[in-house]
């Protein structure tokens, strides 16, 4: 093997070598990745994923991105779930693969990839300078809501990883509490990373129209995220069920799909919901629903800071959202809508019905307050400069 500092230290004249390692390459994890890989300058930074793509059902298409952007990248079967032996193989991979490649920095994401890259920049050989390790987690798997057991196994795991850690990365105010609340890790080693979006592309208004896009007439309530556990769409519409009477004219509009279209499809029946509950599936118009619906609901039992609440806001659509941390924080800085108490009906039913209880103008009021805050601090722009600034920080720091 390659002295495994050739090329790592930074030097005037070569670009910083960074190594983005995922294995969530799904939602919004995914889309952080490709858009930090295909968004610094490629003259200061020279990039490199090793991803999974067991999650990844456009895995096809965001090789071709990265290719077509100039940026390396690795398949590497990494599992989401605990797996010793395809573990270790990974583990074994990654630290060959930083081995060769000499990264000044690896910056790993979510739990998996976040702690077998750091597992193997710690348990690895490095001469004379090793790599540095950051860390996004995109939401702690203890955070998750997976039992007590396995909570405090993955805090635990967390825990160890930490310190092989030289700064965590946080995309929401709620991680950082959390990290640290439990002791993971310091101020010192933490920085926040205020995610961003290119609000030029949804605009309050678009040009298609309702009938193009298979909306229905009427107040819309809607919603995006894949229909599964965490985003708890049941609850959603076991609420909108207790304020359909009183709007008549309103419906509930679904965007995303997964294993829960069925049940979601038997209880919207079971309600009597059948005619004014519209699951869209996966969409990639999403720019051109959002205007259309008058209010955002998020009812998601974890998270850490989802692209779909800020593209909302960038739509100036009213929201409610859970309080959850990061999501609640949102809201109350933008001003942009209504938080209720997560996992609970009764209080979801609440907020949507004051939602829906003001009069336009004063949902309309609510939406450009947020899409005014997105602008201000969530450009992706002003992202990608402050991890661009955090990189050359880190290695100046050494």
Not at 67 to 77: R, Y
């Amino acid at each position: 093997m390659a002295k495994a500092t050739e090329g790592c230290a930074a030097g005037p004249g070569r670009p910083l070598r960074v190594m983005q390692v995922v294995e969530a390459m799904t939602g919004g994890t995914r889309r952080f990745v490709l858009d930090v890989a295909t968004g610094l300058d490629p003259e200061e930074f020279r990039q490199h994923v090793v991803m999974s793509t067991r999650r990844d059902r456009f895995a096809a298409e965001d090789l071709a991105i990265l290719e077509a952007a100039g940026v390396e990248a690795t398949v590497l079967d990494m599992v989401r779930s605990l797996h010793p032996a395809r573990d270790l193989a990974g583990f074994c991979a990654l630290r060959r693969i930083i081995g060769e490649w000499h990264p000044d920095i690896v910056h790993a994401h979510s739990s998996k990839a976040g702690f077998l890259a750091r597992a193997a920049i710690h348990y690895g050989h490095w001469p004379e300078k090793r790599p540095l390790a950051l860390y996004s987690p995109h939401c702690f798997a203890f955070q998750a809501c997976v039992g007590i057991v396995r909570q405090r196994f993955y805090l635990e795991i967390e825990r160890l990883a930490a310190s092989w850690t030289d700064c965590f990365v946080f995309i929401s105010a709620g991680e950082r509490r959390a990290a640290l609340a439990r002791g993971l890790t310091s101020e010192d080693k933490v920085h926040d990373l205020p995610l961003g979006v290119d609000v030029g592309q949804f605009a309050p208004n678009c040009g298609a129209s309702r009938e193009e896009l298979g909306l229905p007439e009427g107040t819309l309530v809607g919603s995006v995220g894949d229909l599964r556990p965490q985003k708890a769409p049941g609850l959603l519409v076991e609420a909108f069920a207790r304020v359909a009477v009183r709007f008549p004219r309103a419906h509930l509009v679904l965007v995303g799909d997964g294993p829960l279209r069925s049940a979601v499809i038997r209880r919207a029946a079971r309600l009597g919901l059948a005619s004014r509950v519209h699951l869209l599936g996966h969409r990639t118009d999403v720019h051109q629903i959002l205007p259309h619906i008058e209010l955002f609901v998020m009812t998601s039992a974890w998270e850490g800071l989802p692209y779909a609440l800020l593209e909302a806001l960038a739509c100036r659509r009213a929201v409610v959202v859970p309080e959850l941390d990061g999501v609640a924080d949102l809201v109350a800085a933008s001003g942009a809508g209504l938080t209720f108490q997560q996992s609970r009906t009764a209080s979801l039913a609440a907020a949507l019905e004051a939602a829906l209880t003001l009069a336009p103008r004063e949902r309309e009021t609510w939406g450009a307050a947020g899409r005014a805050y997105v602008a201000e601090c969530h450009s992706v722009g002003a992202m990608l400069k402050a991890l661009g600034d955090l990189y050359r920080e880190m290695i100046t720091r050494g």
